[in-house]
C-alpha cells in the first residue's frame, strides 16, 4: 500500500548511544517531516525537507540531525540520545512546501534510559 | 497563550449522540484549518479540512470562525468506531509551520 513507512518500530536505547530513524515515501511528495509527540503536547516539528536537497530546523531541532537521501527517504538522527528525547516520534509527507494534507507514518517508539 | 488550544476532554458520549468540540488559535494570519483523528497508538490521519463557508461530510461537520478566531467539528449519531483524539491543525501559510493543537479526546460508550 503505498503510504510513509518508517523504521524501526520500537527502540531503546541508553543515554548517550546513537540511532537513526529511518522513513520512506512511495507518494512521490516534495516535502518531508519529522515531529516528536509528547503527553500533553501537540506534535512538534522537529526538522522538514521542502524538497529533496533541502533540510530545515522546525521548532524542537537540538539533539538531531537529519539527512534528506532522495525524494523518498528523509531520516532523522540522535547522535547522542538523552532521556528528553524519549516520546513517540512521526514522519510525515507533503505534497509541496505549502502542502497542508500529511500523510503520516505509523510512528518510532523510543525510549532512552 | 497556546498557538492552538483544545479542551483535552475526555468527551464520554452514548452512542447515537451528538458532540462538538471547538479549537481556538491565536494567529489571525492563519489561512488554512483541519481536523485529524488519532486513534490511541496510531499516527494522525486527516479527517477533514475546515472551509470558510463550513463543511459537511457525513455525520462530520467542519465550521470556521475567522472573527472569533475557532474551528468547530460536530460529529452527529455517534458510533463506537468514532472513539479517538481529534487533532485541531492550523496552517499559517506554509506547511513547515502547521501547529498542532494536543487533541480532544472523545469515548463512545453504548
Known amino acids: 500500500n503505498a503510504g510513509v513507512t518508517q523504521t524501526p518500530k520500537f527502540q531503546v536505547l541508553k543515554t548517550g548511544q546513537s540511532m537513526t530513524l529511518q522513513c520512506a515515501q512511495d507518494?512521490?511528495?516534495?516535502?518531508m517531516y519529522w515531529y516528536r509527540q509528547d503527553p500533553g503536547m501537540g506534535l512538534r516539528l522537529i526538522y522538514y525537507?521542502?524538497?529533496?536537497?533541502?533540510?530545515d530546523k522546525g521548532e524542537v531541532p537540538n539533539g538531531y540531525n537529519v539527512s534528506r537521501l532522495n525524494k523518498r527517504e528523509f531520516s532523522l538522527r540522535l547522535e547522542s540520545a538523552a532521556p528528553s528525547q524519549t516520546s513517540v516520534y512521526f514522519c510525515?509527507?507533503?505534497?509541496?512546501?505549502?502542502?497542508?494534507?500529511?500523510?503520516f507514518g505509523a510512528g518510532s517508539r523510543l525510549t532512552v534510559l | 497563550r497556546k498557538e492552538v488550544e483544545q479542551d483535552p476532554g475526555p468527551f464520554n458520549v452514548p452512542e447515537g449522540a451528538t458532540v462538538a468540540f471547538n479549537c481556538t488559535y491565536s494567529?489571525?494570519?492563519?489561512?488554512?484549518f483541519f481536523w485529524y483523528r488519532q486513534d490511541c497508538r496510531k499516527e494522525p490521519k486527516l479527517l477533514m479540512s475546515?472551509?470558510?463557508s463550513g463543511n459537511e461530510d457525513g455525520r462530520f461537520t467542519a465550521q470556521l470562525n475567522r472573527a472569533s478566531q475557532y474551528i468547530s467539528l460536530l460529529i452527529r449519531d455517534s458510533k463506537l468506531s468514532d472513539s479517538a483524539t481529534y487533532l485541531c491543525?492550523?496552517?499559517?501559510?506554509?506547511?513547515?509551520?502547521?501547529?498542532f493543537g494536543t487533541g480532544t479526546r472523545l469515548q463512545v460508550t453504548l
Open positions: 510525515a509527507s507533503g505534497t509541496g512546501a505549502g502542502a497542508n494534507v500529511l500523510t
Open positions: 507518494m512521490n511528495h516534495n516535502s
Open positions: 525537507s521542502a524538497s529533496e536537497g533541502t533540510t
Open positions: 494567529n489571525s494570519a492563519s489561512q488554512s
Open positions: 475546515v472551509y470558510s
Open positions: 491543525v492550523v496552517n499559517p501559510g506554509t506547511a513547515s509551520k502547521l501547529t
